[in-house]
């Protein structure tokens, strides 16, 4: 991977953090549950983090990077973004919602895996989990909306 084709990726990335921002700053606003605006006020600040994160490696010199330039892992291709609105229903949001977190960590372990740097990659390795942990939390809320009978 060469030095354009990663600011590309964290491009992407930052973009993607930035639209999850956003959804889950308008799903807290909008919610009337006071435990779902909670959540989804979390999230959206997490987001925030990432974005800060993410940032921080594009203003590194390319000679601080450091990454294997053997292998194309196409992860821009990989990484579709869906419409995300506030007007879905809300077990639909939170459906995209796991996706993109989904998504989102998938990005950064490969991100993880084609860096040649220990803390850098350990930065991605920690998104990667604070990720893991916005989607379990997604997943619960979701089990809970879609199949309340069983409670």
Known sequence: MNQNQYKKIISSAIEREIEAYTFYRMVSDKAKDKNIKSLFGK???EEQGHRHTLESFLTKAPEKMHFSESQDYKIVDSLPTPPLTADLKPVEGIIIAIKN????MQMYTRLANVSA??????VFLGLVK???GHKSKL???YTNMAFPEIW
Request: charged letters at 55%; hydrophobic letters at 35%; a negative charge.
């Open 139 to 141: 997943e619960d809320i």
């Open 101 to 104: 977190e989904l998504e989102a």
């Open 117 to 122: 740097d220990a803390e850098q990659k350990n």
């Open 43 to 45: 999230l959206a600040e």
């Open 130 to 132: 604070m990720e893991r």
